[in-house]
């Protein structure tokens, strides 16, 4: 018979590893989370954004060919000027969804509208050159430079365009060449 041979001590047991249970994520109620695209609350603001994301053809249409009648929270309306770009509301659409994250809705108006941002601008600037124009230092230059125009009027700071232009004391009636007051 042979001998048996010697027996070796077992090892020590090793700890088991057990996943912890996991609590589910809790469920909050309310309102859905806000889109992390950007705020648009005017008009404005969509022809701005179409200008940062570098749409320029977007951005022209909308300025020359959209008569606004309504905005909302993701809803346009407008007329669209005669002769304009056929496709501009159906494109807006999708460049404002694809840029914000959601659907917006903008459908065309047989309203008149909202003159466009362009004519707005145009009248803006017609407007600052009659109110120049109408100043009694500007009229005195225009009648010494006979042929003479106003072709830009600018602001030179922030405050200047609610500034109203006054004269300086004492230069209310301009004086002529040779030092008598003018009366027109």
Not at 49 to 69: F, G, N, P, Q, Y
């Amino acid at each position: 018979a042979r001998p048996l041979p010697e027996a070796r001590p077992l090892p020590p047991p090793r700890p088991v590893l057990v996943p912890a249970p996991v609590a589910p994520a809790p469920v909050v109620q309310g309102r859905p989370a806000e889109p992390a695209g950007p705020r648009l609350s005017r008009f404005e603001d969509v022809v701005a954004l179409a200008d940062v994301r570098r749409d320029i053809l977007l951005k022209s249409a909308l300025e020359r060919e959209a008569h606004l009648v309504r905005f909302e929270d993701g809803r346009i309306e407008f007329r669209q000027a005669d002769g304009g770009r056929p496709s501009l509301h159906a494109d807006l659409a999708k460049a404002l969804e694809q840029w914000t994250g959601r659907r917006w809705i903008v459908t065309p108006s047989r309203e008149a509208g909202a003159p466009t941002l362009d004519a707005q601008a145009r009248a803006a600037i017609e407007s600052r050159r009659e109110n120049a124009a109408s100043h009694p230092l500007v009229r005195e230059v225009l009648a010494r430079f006979p042929g003479a125009q106003i072709v830009d009027v600018r602001d030179n700071a922030p405050e200047a365009a609610s500034a109203d232009l006054e004269a300086p004391a004492g230069l209310d009636e301009a004086a002529t060449e040779d030092g008598e007051a003018d009366d027109a």
